[in-house]
């Protein structure tokens, strides 16, 4: 009964701290994400994703408290009964104590159920002050990440301001274009230039983007050195710049912000929202539409002399008389407010319609909308996962091929270590495998001195090559499980921590992006002050990596029957190898940082050679720190394939000799170890340079400050 009392009273700390833990996760981990937009500053976090997300990122976040409350009962546990255990010791026959209280047989008022009380509102209080805050706030913006909030809003943000977005989906004329066209008519053609006229009174053109060519030149660059520089989208003498300027941008981008309205207010006002985002059903959010539709306002309405309320963007059509500058930045400024409102609007809808819109037809613009709203290639993300299989793949092949011909390059060297299968090609004869390796095979394996030649039967030195031979091709078959197996679990160790790590980090950088603080920066001015406590985490989150590959293998090793004494005598055994993986761990990430944050402004021979340097300077640490703690076998003693090349100076007579192009363990192992990772770093370079979107480099690849730099940019340097 005791024990049921104990149970219900831990249970009941746990569910405290669930308690807590879903009060804290409802509440942004910074700064109300969408602050800058108005229409969305009421909203909670759990209204920017879809109700599957924002539970299983409660669970991740719920984790937190748990597995705290786990380690610190359970330790207090196991404190009690060591000095219990140490203060029995001490002690001699019965002490005439009882197990509890005589008054309180259930012992309702001792410690043992007082603890887990104890215990969880300790975490709280733990969680809550200034000093660790910060921890709680990492896990929570963990869980908000893993749930998309709010990156899943930023992104369909992203793409719905993509230039294309207009172009490609020709959506039909509405009421705020009609109204705003009703204006343009009485106005004289000289006064507006022909092509913003033309452009606003048809439907499927558009003036041209701010810095966008009138057409595409043509591209005489081969497949190669296409490649190696990214096609720019500035202007070239054959194009003819066709780019809005004075009052046709304001009109350009009056026009721009009204055809989005249009586009998206039939989805997300009125009627049609519940058609086309039927799994919504917050009263929040369709507030939003509410508010959205309140500051749109209707065509018909006139406003009144003495109206105070804020102007609808009907109100402000209404009011445009006169083509000034003025009466054209008052009216762009009120669109493009309400066009990003529209914007929000749909892309919380979105996300929390589990990224869709049912109900449309599939030629419609809705439809176009949809698809640019869904689409988006992650460069890193792809890139790392492409690049990690390769290079697993590759270094796996590798790795048997290493392991492998080491091995029978050692045992060439140390005959006793086939001495059985040696034996059985020699029909397993008495002594016959000590006379063939004394007659005719001079070894570091030294026989016995009171061992006499006429003591062994006669073999010929055809009939010893013969069963060395064949014993050498049984000896390579036996053993081809055990190097595969040596080679597995060696990369699946090397492939946790670098998942780890790489994954890690680039989560690091996406947070810092959402929070606005991750800044462009250049290499004239490097944070390192940001680069090396953002590597902090991942490099631990590596070294934790690392150490889930060595206990797989050990479960392997024991054939799935470990025991704790097992597992602790690999962390004694280890620890000290397991630390030093700090070092590479932390050049892996500071790399990855790099790598992803300026590969935009970099060509591929840039990218390529700043990852063959972090490479080289892994390849240093992993000699440098883990391998110091690592206890080898002397080198064998064999002739390398090196100098044997380097002596003869032709490389076949030195391919056909018995020679080996690994004659040490420290070089086997420093090979085995470093491969995964330095083609990871190889193979990420090229994939996140091959696969970024075209145009996108900043300043003809030169590493300038991206908005200054320009030379067409207007705005000065930062």
Same mark, same amino acid.
């Given at each position: 009964?005791? @024990?049921?009392?104990?149970?219900?009273?831990?249970?009941?700390?746990?569910?405290?701290?669930?308690?807590?833990?879903?009060?804290?996760?409802?509440?942004?981990?910074?700064?109300?994400?969408?602050?800058?937009?108005?229409?969305?500053?009421?909203?909670?976090?759990?209204?920017?994703?879809?109700?599957?997300?924002?539970?299983?990122?409660?669970?991740?976040?719920?984790?937190?408290?748990?597995?705290?409350?786990?380690?610190?009962?359970?330790?207090?546990?196991?404190?009690?009964?060591?000095?219990?255990?140490?203060?029995?010791?001490?002690?001699?026959?019965?002490?005439?104590?009882?197990?509890?209280?005589?008054?309180?047989?259930?012992?309702?008022?001792?410690?043992?159920?007082? /603890? #887990?009380?104890?215990?969880?509102?300790?975490?709280?209080?733990?969680?809550?002050? %200034?000093?660790?805050?910060?921890?709680?706030?990492?896990?929570?913006?963990?869980?908000?990440?893993?749930?998309?909030?709010?990156?899943?809003?930023?992104?369909?943000?992203?793409?719905?301001?993509?230039?294309?977005?207009?172009?490609?989906?020709?959506?039909?004329?509405?009421?705020?274009?009609?109204?705003?066209?009703?204006?343009? /008519?009485?106005?004289?053609?000289?006064?507006?230039?022909?092509?913003?006229? !033309?452009?606003?009174?048809?439907?499927?053109?558009?003036?041209?983007?701010?810095?966008?060519?009138?057409?595409?030149?043509?591209?005489?660059?081969?497949?190669?050195?296409?490649?190696?520089?990214?096609?720019?989208?500035?202007?070239?003498?054959?194009?003819?710049?066709?780019?809005?300027?004075?009052?046709?941008?304001?009109?350009?981008?009056?026009?721009?912000?009204?055809?989005?309205?249009?586009?998206?207010?039939?989805?997300?006002?009125?009627?049609?929202?519940?058609?086309?985002?039927?799994?919504?059903?917050?009263?929040?959010?369709?507030?939003? !539409?509410? @508010?959205?539709?309140?500051?749109?306002?209707?065509?018909?309405?006139?406003?009144?002399?003495?109206?105070?309320?804020?102007?609808?963007?009907?109100?402000?059509?209404?009011?445009? /008389?006169?083509?000034?500058?003025?009466?054209?930045?008052?009216?762009?400024?009120?669109?493009?407010?309400?066009?990003?409102?529209?914007?929000?609007?749909?892309?919380?809808?979105?996300?929390?319609? !589990?990224?869709?819109?049912? +109900?449309?037809?599939?030629?419609?613009?809705?439809?176009?909308?949809?698809?640019?709203?869904?689409?988006?290639?992650?460069?890193?993300?792809?890139?790392?996962?492409?690049?990690?299989?390769?290079?697993?793949?590759?270094?796996?092949?590798?790795?048997?091929?290493?392991?492998?011909?080491?091995?029978?390059?050692?045992?060439?060297?140390?005959?006793?270590?086939?001495?059985?299968?040696?034996?059985?090609?020699?029909?397993?004869?008495?002594?016959?495998?000590?006379?063939?390796?004394?007659?005719?095979?001079?070894?570091?394996?030294?026989?016995?001195? +009171?061992?006499? #030649?006429?003591?062994?039967?006669?073999?010929?030195?055809?009939?010893?090559?013969?069963?060395?031979?064949? %014993?050498?091709?049984?000896?390579? /078959?036996?053993?081809?499980?055990?190097?595969?197996?040596?080679?597995?679990?060696? @990369?699946?160790?090397?492939?946790?921590?670098?998942?780890?790590?790489?994954?890690?980090?680039?989560?690091?950088?996406?947070?810092?992006?959402?929070?606005?603080?991750?800044?462009?920066?250049?290499?004239?001015?490097?944070?390192?002050?940001?680069?090396?406590? %953002?590597?902090?985490?991942?490099?631990?989150?590596?070294?934790?990596?690392?150490?889930?590959?060595?206990?797989?293998?050990?479960?392997? +090793?024991?054939?799935?029957?470990?025991?704790?004494?097992?597992?602790?005598?690999?962390?004694?055994?280890?620890?000290?190898?397991?630390?030093?993986?700090?070092?590479?761990?932390?050049?892996?990430?500071?790399?990855?940082?790099?790598?992803?944050?300026?590969?935009?402004?970099?060509?591929?021979?840039?990218?390529?050679?700043?990852?063959?340097?972090?490479?080289?300077?892994?390849?240093?640490?992993?000699?440098?720190?883990?391998?110091?703690?690592?206890?080898?076998?002397?080198?064998?003693?064999?002739?390398?394939?090196?100098?044997?090349?380097?002596?003869? %100076?032709?490389?076949?007579?030195?391919?056909?000799?018995?020679?080996?192009?690994?004659?040490?363990?420290?070089?086997?192992?420093?090979?085995?170890?470093?491969?995964?990772?330095?083609?990871?770093?190889?193979?990420?370079?090229?994939?996140?340079?091959?696969?970024?979107?075209?145009?996108?480099?900043?300043?003809?690849?030169?590493?300038?400050?991206?908005?200054?730099?320009?030379?067409?940019?207007?705005? #000065?340097?930062?």
């Amino acid at each position: 009964m005791n @024990n049921l009392i104990y149970a219900g009273v831990v249970l009941f700390g746990a569910i405290t701290l669930v308690i807590e833990a879903r009060r804290n996760y409802s509440v942004s981990a910074k700064h109300h994400p969408f602050a800058f937009y108005g229409i969305l500053e009421h909203l909670e976090a759990r209204h920017l994703c879809s109700p599957r997300e924002w539970n299983f990122g409660f669970y991740v976040y719920s984790l937190l408290y748990l597995i705290s409350y786990a380690v610190l009962l359970s330790s207090t546990e196991l404190f009690e009964l060591i000095y219990n255990s140490n203060a029995a010791a001490n002690l001699v026959g019965a002490t005439g104590t009882t197990l509890g209280p005589e008054s309180d047989p259930f012992n309702l008022s001792g410690t043992n159920y007082g /603890k #887990p009380l104890f215990i969880s509102a300790f975490i709280i209080a733990f969680y809550s002050i %200034g000093a660790t805050r910060n921890i709680e706030l990492h896990i929570r913006t963990l869980a908000h990440r893993l749930a998309g909030v709010p990156r899943g809003v930023y992104q369909v943000l992203d793409r719905l301001q993509d230039p294309d977005f207009l172009s490609e989906t020709t959506p039909p004329t509405g009421p705020l274009m009609a109204s705003f066209r009703e204006k343009l /008519k009485p106005l004289k053609d000289e006064e507006i230039a022909p092509k913003s006229i !033309s452009d606003l009174m048809t439907v499927t053109t558009l003036p041209l983007e701010p810095g966008r060519p009138a057409k595409k030149s043509k591209n005489t660059k081969g497949l190669f050195a296409s490649l190696l520089s990214q096609a720019q989208t500035r202007l070239g003498p054959e194009v003819e710049d066709n780019r809005p300027k004075g009052k046709e941008q304001y009109l350009f981008d009056i026009c721009k912000a009204l055809r989005v309205i249009d586009l998206l207010r039939p989805a997300i006002i009125g009627g049609q929202r519940a058609t086309h985002f039927p799994l919504l059903g917050m009263k929040e959010l369709g507030d939003i !539409s509410t @508010n959205l539709d309140d500051s749109i306002g209707r065509p018909g309405n006139k406003r009144k002399p003495n109206d105070e309320s804020p102007k609808t963007l009907h109100d402000e059509i209404n009011d445009f /008389k006169k083509y000034d500058e003025a009466s054209l930045e008052r009216l762009r400024e009120k669109a493009i407010e309400v066009a990003n409102s529209a914007r929000a609007v749909f892309a919380v809808y979105f996300i929390c319609n !589990s990224r869709t819109v049912l +109900n449309v037809d599939r030629q419609s613009a809705l439809q176009k909308v949809r698809a640019f709203a869904d689409r988006g290639y992650k460069v890193e993300q792809n890139s790392f996962a492409g690049s990690l299989f390769f290079a697993a793949v590759i270094a796996t092949f590798s790795g048997f091929f290493i392991h492998q011909s080491f091995k029978l390059q050692e045992v060439q060297t140390y005959p006793n270590l086939m001495a059985e299968q040696i034996y059985d090609r020699l029909g397993r004869t008495e002594n016959s495998y000590l006379a063939c390796r004394h007659d005719h095979y001079q070894t570091t394996d030294k026989p016995n001195k +009171n061992e006499r #030649p006429e003591d062994y039967p006669m073999l010929t030195q055809e009939v010893c090559q013969t069963a060395f031979d064949k %014993g050498l091709a049984a000896y390579r /078959k036996d053993s081809k499980s055990q190097m595969m197996a040596w080679t597995f679990f060696d @990369n699946l160790a090397l492939l946790l921590m670098v998942a780890a790590v790489v994954q890690m980090s680039i989560f690091e950088k996406d947070v810092q992006m959402d929070q606005n603080a991750w800044r462009r920066w250049t290499m004239k001015r490097v944070p390192y002050v940001r680069l090396l406590t %953002g590597a902090i985490l991942p490099s631990l989150a590596g070294v934790f990596a690392l150490s889930i590959g060595f206990i797989l293998r050990l479960f392997w +090793n024991a054939e799935f029957d470990v025991t704790t004494s097992q597992i602790e005598f690999l962390f004694v055994e280890n620890w000290q190898y397991f630390i030093a993986y700090l070092v590479p761990c932390f050049v892996l990430s500071i790399s990855t940082f790099i790598l992803i944050d300026k590969h935009d402004d970099w060509t591929l021979p840039a990218t390529l050679s700043v990852a063959l340097l972090a490479s080289a300077i892994y390849v240093f640490s992993v000699w440098l720190v883990p391998m110091a703690t690592l206890r080898f076998l002397p080198p064998i003693d064999v002739t390398s394939f090196w100098m044997a090349w380097w002596n003869t %100076g032709s490389f076949r007579e030195a391919l056909a000799a018995e020679t080996f192009w690994l004659t040490s363990y420290v070089a086997r192992d420093l090979l085995i170890l470093t491969q995964l990772p330095v083609l990871f770093l190889i193979l990420f370079a090229f994939f996140v340079e091959f696969s970024e979107t075209p145009g996108t480099r900043l300043n003809k690849g030169k590493d300038e400050d991206a908005e200054g730099a320009d030379e067409n940019s207007k705005e #000065p340097k930062e």
